[in-house]
């Protein structure tokens, strides 16, 4: 590196820095600017950073640029034993209410619904409380978003990427768990 840089110490320095970045970036699955706010706030250690960054809950909305309401749904996906499914992919999701608007239809579209172990059957998406969709209903839930029709360039980003996470996770996870915080 210093070759290449001509003996500029400072020149490698940055080339060094930002050459962690970018493997944040692709092990965290993250943008530079995530990555390097945690690279720093982690003292320049890489698996620290990305450690951190997979910490986060991850908010989606469909304005990126306004602020978040802090009342809506959390998603997470779970095993069997109900722990967390974790992987470097997992993120908590948060969407805002008036974002989750959108999909609360597909959602609600599968309801009444029959716990497999439990037998007890809930009636209605309940925007107060834990939903739990198995591996299977999730996929109709996510059928039923994929054929919303929109010409929004900001909504038809959101529902990519959350269907995009929805697939990520259904690769391994057993449930998918909705929790309204209204």
């Avoid at 995530?34 to 950073?49: G, L, N, P, Q």
Wanted: a negative charge.
């Amino acid at each position: 590196m210093i070759i290449e840089n001509d003996g500029d110490l400072l020149a490698c320095e940055q080339e060094f820095h930002r050459n962690n970045i970018n493997t944040i970036c692709r092990l965290a699955e993250c943008n530079e600017i995530i990555a390097e706010k945690y690279y720093r706030i982690c003292e320049f250690d890489i698996e620290k950073s990305i450690k951190k960054i997979h910490e986060q809950l991850f908010y989606l909305t469909i304005n990126p640029n306004e602020s978040i309401d802090k009342i809506g749904f959390i998603l997470t996906a779970e095993n069997e034993i109900l722990d967390k499914y974790e992987t470097s992919r997992d993120k908590s999701l948060f969407i805002q209410s008036k974002d989750f608007e959108y999909v609360i239809d597909a959602f609600e579209s599968v309801f009444p619904l029959t716990d497999s172990e439990t037998g007890e059957i809930q009636e209605f998406f309940d925007i107060v409380s834990d939903n739990f969709f198995d591996n299977k209903t999730s996929r109709i839930i996510v059928d039923k978003m994929a054929k919303i029709k929109t010409k929004d360039p900001n909504l038809e980003s959101f529902l990519r990427d959350l269907i995009k996470w929805f697939n990520i996770q259904l690769r391994y996870a057993d449930d998918i768990i909705v929790y309204g915080d209204l």
